[in-house]
């Protein structure tokens, strides 16, 4: 006789992922919104550091037109060219990035005010901050390495050294500030907004497709590209699970997009950022215009992000995927 529907089973049912101390602790909120409320804050939030960092970048522009006593007197499509110069530039994108101070404001005003909860329930916690930065960094440094060894070997005949400029370490700082609030926003307010109404797992689900979604808006977006942002956002979203604080994903996810920048030009919504020490001449890691799939050679981080993730889940002794207690279906607490 074949067993029953119970007797199967469901095995998944008997594992769930660990929630960290933080994520219980955020239950205790004043204020806990439903799934789409929470999603709908999170974007709201994002938004008015868009408003705020627009009103600034034009302040920068107005000041670059009145350097140019003849701005005025030209053409109007050249006067448009130069303004679309303007905004593509370096220096604009820049105080884009410095001005994800108010993101972070803006974070701290909805858990403080509004959620009357405590800032370490979202994983801003006061020990061991700066050890687990920098452990962050070196994973996310070493995922990005590894994923350039085949071009490290295949195109080594390729590689150039521009050499040390001084616009590096101002994207240091630029970039310590924009990873560290999207970390906050998303991985910190977000993912445990929404583990209050559902559970871990799909609260990083949610949290990531969410973070994924945003960077549509990105010039070059392609199917394999919001895939890999998607997986990257769980990578991070999982580290936070494991470690029960927000700075070892703001480590990873600052390694993530300034290390990039030490090896070649990136391009971040359009934008070429270009600090680089070393540089590839041959290889063009963006897909042509119009390719809305991307590369094949995108199926390497999307391999690499599934793997840091099984790894994550599954390995070691504060592996996220644990049995289930039989007195309770909830998620079990990670101490």
Sequence with gaps: MPPGRGEQGDVMSKYTVSKPQMMVDAAGARFKPRVIIACLISLAIYAAYNIVATIIGLVYVGSEVLKDPGFLQGSFTKMLSSLYDIVLSQTFMLITFFSMVVLIGFVIIQVRAIDRRKLYTIGMTKKRVVR?????????????????????????????????????????????????????????????????????????????????LLHLINGGATVSSIVQVFLLGALFAFYVVRSGNIWGACGMHFAWNFVQGLFTEIRIAGVSMDYSIIKFKNVDF??????????????????????????????GKNRIVVKRPRQSSDDTVLS
């Design 286 to 315: 963006y897909p042509e215009v119009g390719n809305w799939i991307g590369n094949p050679t995108d199926l390497i981080p999307i391999a690499l992000f599934l793997v840091a993730i099984a790894l994550m889940l599954f390995v």
């Design 132 to 212: 687990s930065y920098l452990i962050g960094i070196g994973i996310g440094a070493a995922l990005l390495l590894v994923m350039l060894v085949p071009t490290l070997i295949t195109e080594r005949g390729s590689i150039s050294y521009n050499g040390f400029r001084p616009i590096l370490i101002v994207f240091l700082f630029a970039f310590i500030i924009q990873s560290a609030a999207e970390e906050i926003l998303f991985r910190g307010y977000l993912m445990t907004a929404l583990g209050n109404r559902v559970s871990t797992f799909w609260a990083v689900m949610i949290s990531s497709a969410v973070f994924a």
